[in-house]
């Protein structure tokens, strides 16, 4: 059984067939985010009553709209504009996916931060803490309403997937679609297993010949308008 206070993997094909191993985040390392986000949202609220203290009545009001936006647009906008991490979970090196593992959007985002006071309930998290712990992919209530996930951003996904990629042109004329098929390759290929990758190349081989993944990357450079190094 895997122990709930670490992390496993989550396995997602994507409609392309593509096998994506995902590290779900556990508690610890989420807990570690909030405590961070809290504190950047409390250091954020001191300075700005400090700088709205001399204006008198309407400087209070001005701060409550503050307070208010602090406190329900901080994650859903740095969730949606930094593809899904808040300061918190960059600085943990986690983040906020879909389940199918493509990037939330408003709609997610704004459904499992609106849902957070459920997982407060009835204190300190309790009942959120209870659904991390207790569900399979470590969701909290506010994350099975909104079909995400929280997964941690791996080192083999961080690596630049064009790195010491020299580019090689097809040879042949290429569609749109097999030319974003063979891009969209290169862009995942650190993201998926060797054997998976070499499957894959040999998929196209009617179509470009006796290839390999490592051919097949190369193609990808060539087609993002990569060019080889003098």
């Not at 001191?46 to 307070?67: D, K, M, N, P, Q």
């Not at 504009?81 to 990037?103: C, E, F, H, S």
């Not at 993944?213 to 087609?223: G, P, R, S």
């Amino acid at each position: 059984m895997t122990t709930p206070l670490l992390d496993t993997t989550l396995q997602i094909e994507t409609p392309e067939g593509v096998e994506l191993t995902l590290p779900t985040a556990g508690l610890a390392s989420r807990a570690l985010a909030w405590l961070l986000d809290a504190a950047i949202k409390a250091v954020g609220l001191v300075v700005t009553s400090i700088l709205l203290s001399g204006f008198g009545e309407a400087g209070t009001g001005l701060l409550l709209i503050i307070y208010f936006g602090f406190l329900w647009g901080y994650n859903v906008l740095f969730e949606v504009l930094m593809q899904g991490q808040t300061l918190g979970k960059r600085a943990t090196g986690i983040r906020v996916v879909n389940a199918d593992g493509t990037p939330v959007g408003w709609r997610g985002a704004s459904i499992r931060n609106l849902l957070r006071p459920v997982d407060v309930f009835p204190g300190c998290y309790l009942f959120g803490c209870l659904s991390v712990l207790f569900t399979r992919n470590f969701q909290r209530l506010g994350d099975l309403a909104a079909g995400t996930i929280v997964v941690h951003t791996p080192a083999t996904a961080a690596r630049n997937s064009w790195a010491d990629v020299q580019p090689l042109p097809p040879g042949i004329p290429l569609t749109v679609e097999e030319q974003e098929a063979i891009v969209s390759f290169g862009e995942r290929r650190v993201q998926i297993s060797n054997a998976r990758s070499e499957e894959l190349a040999a998929a196209l081989e009617p179509l470009l010949g006796e290839t390999n993944a490592a051919k097949l990357h190369q193609h990808a450079a060539w087609l993002t308008g990569r060019r080889s190094k003098p």
